[in-house]
């Protein structure tokens, strides 16, 4: 099986930045991408930005490009979301995914993150 640490969310002022992290307790082969959705209160969830294991192809939702940074330590299997230029729209709580081979989509348990104007 697979377990998630996540860390870093918190309160921040517009214009802030904040760093996500996300450990996988998982066999370095198993890993496909590991990434962020985020879900807003009343919202559903959203991808955020996914980072391929392999070749590091990432992609981001249209909202966070340019001011998000997504990358990852395959020896440490941790995947980071740098957050910059935070607004109050990006506040949610974010969880990490992590897609496999063996047992599919492993979810975090989610971080929040708050972004006051």
């Known amino acids: 099986q697979v377990h998630l640490v996540e860390s870093g969310g918190g309160l921040v002022q517009a214009g802030e930045s904040l760093r996500l992290s996300c450990a996988a307790s998982?066999?370095?082969?198993?890993?496909?991408?590991m990434g962020w959705h985020r879900q807003a209160p009343g919202k559903q969830r959203e991808l955020v930005a996914l980072?391929?294991?392999?070749?590091?192809?990432?992609n981001y939702a249209d909202s966070v490009k340019g001011r998000f940074t997504i990358s990852a330590d395959n020896v440490k299997n941790t995947v980071y979301l740098q957050m910059n230029s935070l607004k109050p729209e990006d506040t949610a709580v974010y969880y990490c995914?992590?897609?496999?081979?063996?047992?599919?989509?492993?979810w975090g348990q989610g971080t929040q993150v708050t972004v006051s104007s």
């Open positions: 995914i992590v897609e496999t081979s063996l047992w599919g989509a492993v």
């Open positions: 998982a066999s370095t082969f198993s890993i496909n991408r």
């Open positions: 980072i391929g294991k392999k070749y590091g192809d990432t």
